[in-house]
C-alpha cells in the first residue's frame, strides 16, 4: 500500500508545524514531508518538533541541499532524527537550486559530482563506517558517527534531470520526485534510474479538493500555466504534452481549465475527493510508494485540505 502524507510548505509558519503532525498522527494519515527551500525554515528543526509530538507519523524531509552542510553534518542531522524516532523518519538529499548555492557560497563546480560524494559518504556514515574522502566536493578524515541508526533509512535523491535520476539508482537508496509526479513521470523516472531493486519511490503531488471539478481546476490552471511558462521538466513526460503545450498556446489558462477531465486525473489529485483518490491509485500501480499532498502555500487555503488527506489516507 502506498502512503499517504502530506506536505508541509515552506511558505507556513514554522510554529505550525507541531499541530499538523498531530492532527495527521491522529487522523490516521501515514506521513508529513518537510519542505527545506533556501531561505525560509529549516528541515531538519522542523523534523525534529514533528517526530516529537507524534507516535506513529512518518516524517520525510525533502530535501536537504546537498552542499549547504558538509557530509558529516548532514549524516549527523539524519542519526540524530533517527534516534529521535526509529523507524519515522525518511531523509531525502538534492542538488539544490543553483543561484541559491551561489548566494551562500557554496556552489560547486560540478553538481552531479558534488550530489555523487555527498550521497555515498553520508550512506557510508550512517552505516557506521569510518570514512575518509578527498574528493572533489567532500574531504573526510577519519570521521565515524558516535551513533549511527542501528537500521539507516534509505537516502532519497531529489532529483529530475536524466543524468542525476540515473544517479539516484546507482548511489541512492531511491528518488523524491517533486511536484508534479504524474505517473507517466513516474515510471519514466524509475527507468532513467534504471529500476534497480528495493528502489523507494516518493512523489510529490499539487493538491486541489474542491465540491466540483470546475472549481478545482479554476484555482489549478494558474498553477499550470506557471509550470508550462517555465518548461518544467516533468511535464514532457505526459503523454498529452504536446497537445496541452498547443492548448494553452492558442487559449491561456481558460483552455487549462476546460481541458479534459482524464487529462488533470494524470497531472494530480486535483478535482473532487473521488478524482483525487483515482489519481493516488494510478501513482500506486506506477510503483510509489510514498505520496506527499502538497496543498496551497498560502496557509488559509491549504490548511483545510488536511481533512481531505485524511480522508484519502483512511480510504
Not at 211 to 232: F, H, I
Request: with cysteine; proline share 9%; charged share 20%.
Amino acid at each position: 500500500m502506498t502512503a499517504i502524507g502530506m506536505c508541509f510548505p515552506r511558505t507556513w509558519p514554522a510554529a505550525l508545524v507541531t499541530d499538523v503532525a498531530r492532527r495527521l498522527d491522529a487522523g490516521g494519515a501515514d506521513e508529513l514531508w518537510i519542505i527545506e527551500d533556501c531561505f525560509y525554515t529549516a528541515g531538519p528543526t522542523l523534523s525534529a518538533a514533528a517526530l516529537s509530538v507524534t507516535e506513529r507519523l512518518t516524517v520525510g524531509l525533502g530535501i536537504l541541499p546537498a552542499v549547504a552542510r558538509t557530509a558529516a553534518v548532514t549524516a549527523m542531522e539524519i542519526a540524530t532524527l533517527c534516534a529521535l524516532a526509529p523507524g519515522r523518519f525518511l531523509p531525502g538529499i538534492g542538488h539544490g537550486v543553483q543561484e541559491w548555492m551561489g548566494q551562500m557560497g557554496v556552489r560547486p563546480k560540478s553538481p552531479l559530482t558534488a550530489l555523487d560524494e555527498v550521497t555515498v559518504a553520508v550512506t557510508r556514515l550512517l552505516a557506521g563506517e569510518t570514512v575518509s574522502v578527498d574528493g572533489k566536493t567532500v574531504f573526510l578524515d577519519n570521521v565515524k558517527l558516535d551513533a549511527p541508526p542501528a537500521d539507516p533509512p534509505p537516502i532519497l535523491l531529489g532529483v529530475r534531470g536524466p543524468k542525476s535520476l540515473a544517479l539516484a539508482g546507482r548511489v541512492g537508496g531511491g528518488v523524491v520526485l517533486a511536484e508534479p509526479a504524474s505517473p507517466s513521470y513516474v515510471r519514466a523516472s524509475v527507468e532513467n534510474a534504471g529500476s534497480p531493486d528495493g528502489f523507494v519511490v516518493a512523489a510529490f503531488s499539487a493538491f486541489c479538493v474542491r465540491a466540483d471539478r470546475k472549481t478545482a481546476y479554476e484555482w489549478t490552471a494558474p498553477w499550470l500555466a506557471g509550470l508550462l511558462e517555465q518548461k518544467n521538466p516533468a511535464l514532457p513526460a505526459l503523454p498529452f504534452y504536446d497537445d496541452l503545450v498547443l492548448r494553452y498556446e492558442a487559449s491561456g489558462v481558460p483552455g487549462l481549465v476546460s481541458m479534459p477531465t482524464e487529462w488533470w486525473l494524470e497531472l494530480g489529485p486535483i478535482g473532487t475527493l473521488d478524482d483525487a483518490a483515482t489519481h493516488l491509485d494510478a501513482l500506486e500501480a506506477a510503483g510509489v510508494h510514498h505520496v506527499g499532498l502538497f496543498p496551497d502555500p498560502e496557509v488559509e487555503h491549504g490548511l483545510p485540505q488536511l481533512e481531505h488527506v485524511l480522508a484519502l489516507a483512511n480510504r
